[in-house]
């Protein structure tokens, strides 16, 4: 393995829109963590850099000081996308076929590549340039172009139109568009082929790798993540400072972790008969809650008595949850405290979700949910498929939610009425009745809520605050 490992995103950030909007791809939770930690944990490198969009550079300088973001390289690097899932040992096999100067590709898109000296340099500069403001105005561009008025005045609704998610055309390139098509057809970028042909380097397709490309996928795979997160942790039964009290049920103890400071109160069961069980430090789990697994419960979080948590579910730090949850996603510092369904989602970070609220995962007719991404409805092959929510929304008590609904980043919603199947980022209201959330007063919100967490509301917080708010503009509120 190389010294420097850089992971990066790509073109197809906007896909994972708006969970991707105040963070970049590869920091999206799945299983016991995010993608970058697990790259990171499977190589013995030296030192870890990513590449990722400039508004998002502070936020991850933040978040770990030892990264390198952002810079160009200059020795041996192993570069790897920020969107490879791999389980066991395949990304140890992925790397071992992929000879020095060699890159892994996968359709229109790299997996990994081992480059040193200008080879390195001249793809971190052709990555950056693929996630650029350019690109970005490009995507802007494509968004607002997506938007049809219904009707002459200016508070029409808007239309969008329906794309089935395999409708790339045969032979396309991938730099011929900001969004990112879905095919295995697509060609390489002109710009890349070029790059190979200038340094000599050997291509490596590698069409068996996992290169997720929507936030369902997210969800499909949570729970054979968790079962890999798991065997992959040197770490098994109690932690000596667990407190656990009389009452407590265990099934299948050997695929049960408890951290160190857990609480277990009176009446939980801990049913890891189908898959493993992992709660973390500090997390207390309140009297009679229930948790099936393959399950994960991030540090200290608290479940609320009376939960159901169920598989294929995965808990981010300091957070309160509630209710029913099935095969789910919360970013950490999200609460959904009270009773109330939510299955098949995928729940941003510094989320709260109301009393009583529930989501749909199931169509009355049984067929396939459609749901919106990178700017349109599209097809999305699952029966099984609930609600994605971006960071920082709000829902009020009883908010309704029906399959396949999309709430952008920073959304305060309320009332009775079933909320639309798409809530552009920064909307307040309810039922259609949604007006733009003013910047100012969604800042205010932002800062109160994390301080009561004890996380500064800096600038890297406030500037990215204000660079979704103009992009929502740019692309007609089309994110």
Not at 281 to 288: E, K, L, P, Y
Not at 322 to 329: I, T
Not at 364 to 378: F, H, K, L, Q, T
Request: a negative charge; aromatic letters at 8%.
């Amino acid at each position: 393995m190389a010294a420097f490992v850089c992971i990066f995103e790509d073109k197809k950030f906007s896909n994972f829109f708006p969970l991707s909007l105040s963070q970049p791809v590869f920091e999206l939770r799945i299983g016991f963590q995010n993608f970058r930690i697990r790259l990171q944990e499977e190589t013995t490198a030296e030192k870890v850099g990513v590449l990722c969009r400039d508004y998002l550079a502070p936020l991850m300088k933040l978040r770990d000081s030892t990264l390198v973001v952002n810079e160009i390289p200059t020795g041996e690097t192993v570069f790897l996308n920020g969107r490879v899932l791999c389980y066991g040992t395949e990304l140890a096999e992925l790397l071992e076929k992929l000879p020095d100067g060699g890159i892994a590709v996968k359709g229109g898109y790299v997996v990994a590549a081992k480059l040193a000296g200008e080879a390195a340099q001249d793809f971190a500069a052709y990555i950056r340039k693929r996630i650029s403001e350019e690109t970005i105005e490009q995507l802007c561009k494509e968004l607002k172009g997506y938007v049809a008025a219904k009707g002459k005045t200016s508070g029409a609704k808007q239309r969008r139109r329906t794309l089935v998610s395999q409708e790339a055309d045969e032979g396309t390139y991938e730099d011929d568009h900001a969004l990112g098509q879905d095919s295995l057809a697509e060609k390489l970028p002109q710009q890349l082929l070029q790059m190979i042909d200038r340094h000599n380097l050997r291509r490596v397709d590698v069409s068996e790798a996992r290169l997720l490309s929507f936030p369902w996928q997210l969800i499909d795979e949570n729970p054979q993540v968790i079962e890999d997160d798991f065997q992959k942790s040197p770490f098994r039964g109690q932690s000596e400072e667990t407190v656990v009290y009389p009452g407590v049920r265990m099934v299948g103890e050997d695929n049960v972790v408890v951290g160190e400071g857990v609480v277990l109160k009176p009446g939980v069961v801990l049913d890891a008969s189908a898959g493993p069980i992992f709660i973390n430090d500090g997390t207390s789990v309140m009297a009679n809650a229930l948790i099936l697994g393959p399950s994960y419960v991030g540090k200290n979080s608290i479940i609320k008595s009376g939960a159901k948590i169920l598989e294929g579910t995965s808990i981010g730090d300091v957070c309160k949850i509630g209710g029913e949850v099935d095969r789910s996603v919360f970013g950490s510092y999200s609460n959904k405290q009270h009773d109330g369904f939510l299955g098949h989602s995928y729940i941003g970070q510094w989320v709260n979700i109301g009393a009583g609220s529930n989501n749909s995962d199931l169509k009355n007719n049984y067929s396939a949910v459609r749901m919106w991404c990178a700017g349109m409805i599209r097809e999305t092959g699952r029966q099984f498929l609930g609600l994605i929510m971006g960071d920082h929304t709000k829902a009020g008590i009883g908010t309704l939610f029906n399959s396949g609904a999309v709430i952008g980043f920073n959304c305060n919603l309320y009332g009775s009425e079933l909320v639309e199947k798409f809530v552009p980022s920064f909307s307040w209201g309810h039922g259609k009745d949604m007006v733009d959330y003013e910047l100012e007063k969604a800042m205010l919100t932002a800062q109160v809520v994390m301080e009561r967490r004890d996380v500064k509301y800096g600038d890297a917080y406030k500037n990215i605050f204000k660079k979704i708010f103009d992009l929502s503009n740019r692309s007609a509120r089309n994110i």
